[in-house]
């Protein structure tokens, strides 16, 4: 059967991204498409690559137009979406790209983002490790799921395995991550421009700051981490899209490198989404390039005391658009990796 | 006075900007350019952004052709320069821009590099805090000089003045780079292809095995640190230039932040190539380009109980050829910054 | 029905984008690849991005490797593909990605390439306008087929409505080209270097010289050309992928522009994969990034007398494996547009 | 002697660049630096990478600031220039950077800026030939100089010896450029971020629009066009600084390659800053970024009956900032290549 599809938020990035992937999606059926300053605009006119959807003209966001789907994404600003989707039946299944409903924690929301708290939804990480199974079992028929965040989800990726297994240290975490300005969306601030992104590397929210710190520190919770810690470093690197995430914790004391590898290899024996690369090798972003697919290396310095994991993820794909999908399919009963690429478009 | 000049390794990207920067010394001429495989040829035929340089041919690299000028400078590959260096006089200020006698440990050589030892030379950064004073006073009026590696020095600038002032721990430090593939040199290697590096971010030597682990060390050793052990990723970026290194260490217990800042500021107060950026202020690889300046930004991460210190630096300048003249600016008694740029050319 | 492919040259930039390509195609099964240096590797030791085909192994290009599959696609340097041919059966469908039977002249082979002419195959640009039809036409049938140069196919999609339609001239065309390095291929050579490439804008094959030029003329002249001139200038730029073409030729003096607009309306009307953007649209690179899209857009100037045609293209798609499978698709009676993507992936 | 200096614009790419420039010129000293909307910030939050500039703080530009100085460079947008000037003293030296006062041609003006007529002021390019000798001359004691546009400036340089020698012809000439996005200026526009630029090539001003147009034909005229007409296509490329224009002429009939060679030679043989490159070798932006360098190749195609010049150049310095302080040099007296680099930033 063929599933109706709304998309709003069509004239952003991780609206067009959600689009693109679509148009493969043989069970799904794109037949309104929402923007707020856009509106009335041809798709075209605001996402011209997307060649495949000329007929289509972006309607007014607005509970009228999104209802009567099958599926809702949503891809609007933080705290756009909690309104909407109250009004949308609970048959609908609505997916949020926004960050309302990711977090569990109103303390957390309160600290990081602030304003009304939104309630939270299924996390859209269907590989995530759990202290048992994974997230993959709470994504199976519920109606309501919180898209992650795309540095978050790719954290939590990289680290979750280590914790569950016992095998690393939850405290005193460190990642830093190279990032595309793409993640940061199509908003028009000095520092994103194109003059400033080239040729330079651009640290942002240093010290603790950056929104996905909780939603990190709840995954790995899930994981079984008691307490989290973690040194969080974005840098605005010049790609438009990809998030290279080099995360490091201290090894359990007495664990040999084979049992730390074993931890993601056991993680992700069975994931087509999710791939550890073998020993000694490690990802690119350009590997992954407008593909759903999570591609981790993993280290170990002993010298350091420290397992190294190396992901690389498509903030727009596996980060977002492609983690929605992917989660859509296993809500309503589909194979899940249904309309997914995994290869990625290199060079 | 002028002195004259020497640069082997001319054809290579360290010699060139040896090159690019000397043409605006008032105190230095340069007399003789050498290569390997493009001796013979026009240098503006193989840098060809060298436009006032026209009138040099590369000779041959060896010591006929190097001796007889007051300073060398040698962008020779790994191994080398000792036998050069030998054969040049005592009284010849000697900069060797390569590897060979940066580290003061056999064991660090034969573990990182292989081969024969070459001995240790004065190590030219001159802002380097040591746990008494700077490196500075080690530079005046010796006459072998080693430049540093580029992250190395970027690593240890940005975290010396924590261990000097006992603010941070020299265990678990963490260090991840983005940085530019000219750091890799002009050699023909399929990673380093423009396909590959551009709209990608890449990893390498993850794990514990790249060859600037013992030098930062060495240099946290000289600023008081009694057994440091870091983790170091360095990751390139599509910039063809630059350093963003972002260092942590965990803070002494106790320590507030404001006394964790006075340590930077302390170390680095008078300088006028190494600057911690106001509270809140990070820099970008950008602000560096071409300049002799390293950029600090330095936040106090209170909950995961570690500093972030995040540096820009050029690596080609004072990452290498800036950090090898301003070195030879001081062996020489000259003012420290003569000819050397401090703006980065930006955007 | 399923028809058996084989790849060879799968270790190139070419190689990997059919296979990219390919996985989507619900027709086509992937049975062998093949490489010279790379024989022996698991293919995704050397297309680490390919993450749906960790199963093969990259075998020995041979006639018995390549011989008993329905289709064989040679992405091999320019003349290794006429023996390889020569030797597999009448029937097997055989696209070559090379330049070797792409050119009608024997003496524009011996001009430009020189060496053994190798015979002319239908050329894989199904859309372009002959004096009658298109192109489409001769390759329904075939079983040899000549994929075309990229940018060859680009400046003459550009400009072949003009000539059929009488509008514009066929002497003093230009075209000047920006383009990513991965048309050059994997190629190690010096000035396609990361560091080279990255910041910079680079000229080469400048005034006449490059290979491309007589087979845009051969495309000209099916399209009505009697004698064409066109002074042809491609420029590198940093971005891994794309060619953008900007041709202009005179328009027949006494023509309006409605009527000059026409002849690529009238072209293009029915195509899926060439089209003509709105007046006032222009196409970027980026628009077609990973799509089998030709983007055309258009402007009569005339205060100099000229219609100037912009098209974006990936060179790696349409311009070469997305053509190669298009015509593939003509040549086996499939649907032309089967297992091709019309979106590009932006930004 | 010292001349005082104010610059206005100061947050503006231009500004920057002239700041950057400026703390190298012995005979300059910057006093006053003047902004609009960032009025009251201490510059270095603007322009952070101007580390030696930390003690300036932006004034209001006004007539008040900027009143009293020996030169007053504008770096404002077009149209603010005229008031400002009218105001300041016959003996300060006034240059301006932005558009005001380049044209001759009041229907120029008018087709193409619109609004006031601001008077023509003497064009800042010195190498530029004229039916006789160069514009160096008319800018020697000028105190209103007009800094040229630079992609105007670009192509001018590459055209008019070709024009002046009479072996080109003036009509159907093309130009299509591949330029960063820094000559578009710091505003904030959706097609300038950094996630719509990386990876892509943008055309803009398709069809003879483009304000530079009137520029480059009056240029032309000066070295004796009649009647110039260009077909001119500018787009963008990854690349934050630089262009590289390839403009194509006709050849006037019967004149053979060394003759038109000889008229570049001849019109650029004693300059500094404007260089023919050898035959066979053409120019790359890197090899002029950040100096106030253009370098031209020349080629002449006798197959399409075509000259191509290729040149590139920094649009903020040899474009712009370069430009300016080149044409204050003459217009003071001084020697003309005081305080500007000739070397490029390379790789």
């Keep these: 059967m063929t599933f109706t599809v709304a998309v709003s938020g069509a004239s952003g990035y991780a609206g067009g991204e959600l689009l693109r992937l679509l148009a493969d999606h043989p069970e799904f059926e794109v037949r309104?498409?929402?923007?707020?300053?856009?509106?009335?605009?041809?798709?075209?006119?605001?996402?011209?690559?997307?060649?495949?959807?000329?007929?289509?003209?972006?309607?007014?966001?607005?509970?009228?137009?999104?209802?009567?789907h099958d599926v809702v994404f949503l891809a609007l600003p933080h705290g756009a979406s909690g309104a909407i989707a109250a009004e949308l039946g609970d048959d609908t299944l609505v997916i949020d790209c926004g960050a309302d409903h990711r977090l569990e924690s109103e303390q957390d929301w309160a600290d990081f983002y602030g304003g009304d708290f939104h309630g939270t939804w299924e996390y859209g990480v269907p590989e995530l490790p759990r202290m048992s199974g994974t997230q993959r079992t709470r994504l199976a028929k519920t109606r309501r799921i919180a898209a992650p965040g795309c540095n978050a989800s790719t954290v939590a990726l990289s680290l979750a395995p280590g914790i569950r297994a016992g095998v690393i240290?939850?405290?005193?975490?460190?990642?830093?991550?190279?990032?595309?300005?793409s993640g940061a969306g199509r908003a028009l601030k000095a520092h994103l421009l194109g003059s400033e992104i080239l040729g330079s590397a651009n640290p942002y929210a240093v010290g603790g700051t950056h929104r996905h710190i909780p939603e990190i520190q709840q995954a790995l919770r899930w994981a079984g981490a008691a307490e989290p810690t973690i040194s969080f470093t974005p840098t605005i690197v010049p790609m438009s899209r990809g998030i290279l995430a080099t995360s490091t914790a201290r090894i359990v004391p007495g664990t040999d490198a084979a049992t730390v590898r074993a931890a993601w290899e056991d993680a992700y024996a069975g994931e087509q989404f999710v791939q550890l690369l073998p020993d000694g090798q490690f990802p690119r972003t350009a590997d992954v390039l407008g593909a759903n697919t999570a591609l981790l290396g993993l280290a170990v310095d002993e010298a350091a005391g420290r397992v190294v994991v190396v992901a690389a993820v498509d903030n727009l794909v596996k980060g977002t658009a492609?983690?929605?999908?992917?989660?859509?399919?296993?809500?309503l009963g589909l194979a899940e990796a249904t309309g997914l690429p995994v290869n990625g478009v290199a060079p």
Tied chains: 1, 2, 3, 4.
Excluded: W
């Design 32 to 68: 309104t498409v929402t923007a707020h300053a856009n509106a009335g605009q041809p798709l075209s006119a605001v996402q011209p690559h997307l060649r495949g959807y000329t007929h289509l003209t972006l309607k007014e966001t607005s509970t009228e137009t999104l209802a009567g």
């Design 169 to 181: 240290e939850d405290r005193d975490i460190v990642s830093v991550l190279a990032v595309g300005p």
């Design 322 to 331: 492609g983690a929605a999908i992917q989660s859509a399919n296993i809500a």
